[in-house]
């Protein structure tokens, strides 16, 4: 978008808003030539790495609750595969 160096001095803060919020810059002319240009301060700082995932997760079901699952080594499921070893001697 282009304005006149009269016309932004008349709307200078209504201006400055609009760019603002549309994130497109303006130039500024003086006698049809660009002599400026108001474009919007992009932030610069990186976002921090803690945190940026707030809110994204969902929880289904009862995480207090849970049914036992016996582990292997209960169930002897996974026997035959130590069956060939022998614990090491303490010295």
Request: include cysteine; aromatic fraction near 6%.
């Given at each position: 978008?282009?304005?006149?160096?009269?016309?932004?001095?008349?709307?200078?803060?209504k201006?400055?808003?609009?760019?603002?919020?549309?994130?497109?810059?303006?130039?500024?002319?003086?006698r049809?030539?660009?002599?400026?240009r108001?474009?919007?301060?992009?932030?610069?700082?990186?976002?921090?790495l803690?945190?940026?995932?707030?809110?994204?997760?969902?929880?289904?079901?009862?995480?207090?609750?849970?049914?036992?699952?016996?582990?292997?080594?209960?169930?002897?499921?996974?026997?035959?595969?130590?069956?060939?070893?022998?614990?090491?001697?303490?010295?």
């Open positions: 978008m282009n304005v006149n160096a009269a016309a932004f001095k008349a709307k200078c803060l201006l400055i808003d609009e760019v603002a919020a549309t994130h497109e810059p303006l130039v500024i002319t003086k049809g030539k660009p002599m400026a108001l474009v919007p301060i992009e932030d610069e700082t990186p976002p921090s803690f945190g940026y995932m707030k809110n994204t997760g969902q929880i289904l079901g009862d995480i207090v609750d849970v049914p036992h699952e016996p582990l292997a080594a209960e169930s002897g499921e996974e026997d035959g595969f130590y069956a060939g070893f022998k614990p090491k001697k303490k010295n």
